[in-house]
């Protein structure tokens, strides 16, 4: 469990997080939800460690960690992973050579052969146990995605963060992004974190939604939970989805036939 304490970022006088205190659960995907400009990315840099708020307090599973001994700071990045937008694979390297890259720079006590077996072990999880061999230029934007996914693995990370996973991918390519990511979510009881606008994900896999909106946290819920928020700003942001607009209808027209039984 991921907890945010008062967390505030100005940039120049520009407040960009606005006191925002939240819960990232274990075993569940966190979606971090907003549209382009409201703190979701300078969040998610503050709590990994890229950015330093100006106030508040960050913890992972009791251990504070901003703030503290470069060394405690050192030993719960190790166990994060981080699945970038556009993947951020080295094109100099094969895919498996790739997914070797972090257990090489974080675990320089693993033998070669252990590394090999990890790095087949986790491309055979993300469904690309016969393309360690090629390069980033010869896979498709799915599969680099899931050679992401595969990295971020490697080091038995317990802390997944995932900025918009789906950035670039056709419908059906993103929802089983969603899907991988869910799974690896609950067999490995990992705490995900995802940065995401987009409400096909929330639909999906949003066991727990923060929205932010101009650096501020205004609500937080399930899947489950969202389409009958009584936010205005919520509301006007979910239901600019076309999807979301008929899943509410469809949602709507169930609950007024149980209650007319």
């Not at 996973?165 to 705490?191: A, C, F, R, V």
């Not at 940065?195 to 896999?205: A, G, K, R």
């Not at 946290?217 to 239901?239: H, M, R, S």
């Amino acid at each position: 469990m991921i907890e945010i304490h008062n967390i505030e970022k100005s940039f120049d006088g520009n407040a960009v997080l606005k006191g925002i205190s939240c819960t990232f659960e274990t075993g569940k995907c966190n979606l971090l939800l907003g549209g382009s400009g409201t703190g979701k990315s300078v969040l998610l840099q503050c709590v990994v460690g890229l950015m330093q708020p100006d106030l508040g307090s960050i913890t992972f599973d009791g251990t504070v960690f901003s703030n503290n001994k470069v060394q405690v700071r050192q030993e719960i990045r190790r166990k994060i992973g981080m699945l970038f937008q556009g993947s951020a694979l080295f094109d100099s390297m094969t895919v498996a050579k790739n997914v070797e890259f972090p257990l090489q720079m974080l675990t320089p006590e693993m033998s070669r052969e252990e590394r090999r077996d990890r790095v087949e072990f986790c491309l055979k999880r993300v469904g690309l146990e016969n393309a360690g061999d090629k390069m980033p230029s010869e896979i498709s934007g799915g599969m680099k995605k899931r050679v992401g996914i595969a990295r971020a693995i490697a080091p038995n990370c317990t802390y997944l963060f995932c900025d918009e996973p789906n950035s670039g991918l056709d419908p059906l390519t993103s929802l089983k992004i969603d899907e991988l990511i869910q799974e690896i979510t609950y067999e490995y009881n990992i705490t995900t974190v995802i940065i995401t606008h987009d409400m096909n994900s929330v639909i999906e896999i949003g066991d727990h939604i923060i929205f932010l909106y101009q650096g501020l946290k205004l609500w937080d819920g399930t899947k489950d939970e969202i389409l009958n928020a009584q936010v205005p700003e919520l509301k006007e942001f979910i239901f600019s989805s076309s999807l979301v607009r008929a899943a509410k209808r469809i949602d709507d027209e169930t609950h007024s036939g149980v209650e007319s039984l």
